[in-house]
C-alpha cells in the first residue's frame, strides 16, 4: 500500500486521500486517478465491483459508464435507490492495456488485488454494510474465496466476517451477452439484486 495506515483509517474522505495516494502497485502510473467508493458512509448495503472502466477511470466515481447504466436499470427493476447504496470496486485504479488509442480493460491480477485490498477492508471496516453484494467473479473471489464459482452460487445468501453476502454477475456481463439472450441475463441479475433487497428489508430496512 502507499501508506501503511489503511487499517487506522477514521472516516471516508480520509480513505480517498490515502487512495489517492496509493503506488502499492504500478496501475496508478497509467491511470488518470484512483477511484475510490461513492454512496452514504451509512449505507446498509455495499456494492463491490471489479475495478474502475475507462469512464471512471476518467470522471473519479464508480459505475458511471456502460455498465453503471446496466447496474441502474437492475437497481431500479430490484427496488433499491442507486443513492442508498455505497459503491465501491476491489481494484481502485483502472487495469488497461493501451491499443493505439483505445484502452482496453483487463483483469486486475492477484498482486494487484492483494495489493489494493486494505483500501477495500477500510471501506468494509468505516462503512459496515448490513448486505455486500458482489458483482461478478473478482468481487465474489475476493471475499468468498478463489474456488467460489459464482454460476454455481449466485443469488445465494452467505456470510463474510458477519456481514450477509450475495455474489451475483457483473452488470458489464450482459453487455457482453448477444442480444437474443440479454434480457434473460439481466433478468437473472435483477433476480440476485431482489435477494439484496429482501435481505435488507428483513434487516429491518
Ligand atoms: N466495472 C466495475 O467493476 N466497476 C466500475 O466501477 C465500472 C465498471
Redesign the pocket.
Known sequence: MGTATAADLTDLDELRRAVSRCTACDLYRDAEQA?VGTGPPSARLMLI?????DR?DREGA??V?P??RVLDRALAAAGIRREDVYLT?VVKHFAHEQRGKRRIHRKPNAAEIRACRPWLDAELRLVRPDVIGL??ATAAQALLGRSFRITEQRGEVLEWEGHEAVATL?P?AVLRTPKERRDEVFDGLVADLRVLAHRLAGAGG
Open positions: 477511484v465491483g471489479e475495478q474502475p472502466g471512471e464508480p459505475f459508464g455498465a453503471g470496486n458483482l461478478g457483473h458489464s
